[in-house]
């Protein structure tokens, strides 16, 4: 499974860090990108999913592939 | 369709204590619709009506103010009354002060402030924990934040009653008192020009470049003012809404002291549940359908954000509050290119308001069942101590 965040619709808000900062990073100015190739490792599939349904701007994507 | 279906639909004062049966009301026979206060406003009931309006910032603009009825001022406030394209320019150059390391960083500050309030309001058996409590704490961190002497903190909770809670009674009186508050901001700004320079929200707004221009001093009055209105009664609401439940809710008391966990999954719930910005206003900029009625250009329309979070179709038993939800998209902060700048800030002062509170203080539960959910006022509690 991968997941990355859409650029277009992230607008900062950092909940995807504070459920999943192992997977999820931000800049200087709060926005959010994935840490490494977006390949999500099993241990953290529960923390990406719960930074899914957080997201407020629904930008965070999930793939299974 | 051409309706416009009425309905008397308010968002402040005394609507407020009966409001989240009339939200219900609204999303089951009204969800889009028409009311008559404030000159005339079309409403946004529904949760996914109210996101996609949020997402389409070119047809629904925050000009002239985001803000019904006016906060004090004609002056459009920065970056809240501001479209793209200049609103990121505003927003990008406080955004690095807020960010989960900016506020890691405040934080022992915020927990040190927070204990030496509770250990007060702990003094006596009956205490009010909404004037004692919830309402300092916001705003000494406030002070720090932006550079403001400590002592004065007093001061802006004044102003806040007469601007933000005067304003749908007596305008004039609300917009003396944001007069007061601009030559109060500006005073400090002369003073900090003439000060060394350092990197704090008063430092970055007297250097700030925008567009590759200096800010002009109205730009750095009216962001200054606008932090001021949006920073402290919403932060000091949620405190005392979140306390408010737990003083008449024992059993989640209880938990929450038993497991300090989930305090953070608490505090998002009641800010889904008991926001402190219950609205906000937008203008159509063409005339535009939602939900079959015809908003048409130049009209207001406020987006009930405390109505979309308790919507059927977004979350179940909305009207619940599940201290561990573990499904919580909502509108407590807005959404979209205006959401909130300061939610990791605000966030971050409930959360550890309420566990300061509950680590430093016996059980609390309620003495005055009358005081209402939503404000800023009294919240008047009994400690139950060991005998
Ligand atoms: C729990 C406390 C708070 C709540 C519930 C809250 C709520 C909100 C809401 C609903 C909006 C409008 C968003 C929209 O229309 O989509 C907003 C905007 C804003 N808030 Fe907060 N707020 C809180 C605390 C703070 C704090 C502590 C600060 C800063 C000191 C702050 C600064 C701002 C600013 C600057 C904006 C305008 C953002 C823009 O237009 O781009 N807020 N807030
Ligand atoms: S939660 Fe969503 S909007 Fe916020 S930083 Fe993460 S991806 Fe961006």
Redesign the pocket.
């Known amino acids: 499974m991968r997941v990355e965040v859409d650029s277009s619709k992230c607008q900062g808000h950092n909940r995807c860090m504070i459920f999943a900062p192992d997977v999820f990073e931000v800049d200087d100015y709060g926005f959010a990108t994935v840490r490494a190739d977006g390949e999500i490792p099993p241990e953290q599939i529960e923390a990406v999913k719960h930074a899914v349904v957080n997201c407020p701007e629904l930008a965070i994507i999930v793939r299974e592939d | 369709m051409n309706e416009r279906p009425v309905r008397d639909f308010d968002f402040h004062g005394a609507a407020l204590d009966t409001i989240f049966d009339t939200y219900k009301e609204l999303r089951e026979n009204c969800p889009v619709g028409w009311s008559d206060h404030y000159g005339g406003f079309w409403f946004l009931a529904k949760n996914e009506d109210i996101f996609n309006a949020?997402q389409d910032w070119a047809t629904f603009s925050v000009a002239p103010s985001?803000l019904l009825p006016a906060f004090g001022t004609d002056e459009p406030m920065i970056?809240?009354d501001i479209d793209p394209p200049v609103?990121s320019a505003y927003?990008k150059l406080l955004l690095p002060l807020f960010t989960p390391r900016a506020v890691d960083d405040l934080t022992p500050f915020v927990e040190q402030t927070a204990r030496d309030l509770a250990d007060e309001v702990g003094k006596s058996d009956i205490a009010d924990i909404g004037l004692g409590y919830a309402r300092p704490l916001p705003s000494i961190i406030?002070c720090t934040?932006v550079g403001y002497p400590q002592e004065d903190w007093y001061l802006f909770d004044e102003w806040v009653d007469r601007i933000i809670y005067g304003r749908d009674v007596n305008p004039a009186e609300s917009e003396k008192a944001g007069n007061e508050v601009r030559e109060y901001l500006w005073a400090l700004v002369e003073k900090r020009r003439q000060e060394p320079p350092k990197d704090d929200i008063t430092g970055r707004l007297i250097t700030a470049v925008i567009d590759g221009r200096p800010i002009t001093d109205e730009e750095i009055l009216n962001y200054a003012y606008?932090?001021f209105v949006?920073?402290l009664d919403?932060?000091a609401w949620?405190i005392r809404s979140s306390l408010w439940y737990l003083a008449r809710n024992p059993e989640d008391q209880e938990r929450l002291r038993r497991d300090p966990e989930l305090i953070s999954s608490a505090v998002e719930e009641f800010?889904r549940t008991l926001?402190?910005?219950q609205a906000?206003a937008r203008t159509a900029t063409k005339d535009v359908e939602v939900g079959g009625c015809p908003i048409k250009q130049g009209d207001r329309v406020v987006l009930a954000?405390g109505s979309g979070n308790r919507d059927e179709e977004a979350y179940a038993n909305p009207d619940e509050i599940v201290i561990d939800r573990e499904q919580n998209r909502h509108f407590?902060?807005?959404?979209?290119?205006?959401?909130?700048?300061?939610?990791n800030?605000?966030?971050r002062e409930?959360i550890v308001a309420v566990r300061e509170l509950l680590d430093r203080l016996p059980p609390f539960e309620a003495v005055n069942l009358d005081e209402p959910w939503h404000g800023v006022g009294p919240l008047t509690v009994r400690f139950k101590r060991e005998a």
């Open positions: 949020e985001m970056p809240i609103h927003r406030f934040l606008l932090l949006a920073g919403t932060t949620a800010l926001s402190p910005v906000m954000f407590a902060f807005g959404v979209g290119i205006h959401r909130c700048l300061g939610s800030l605000g966030r409930v």
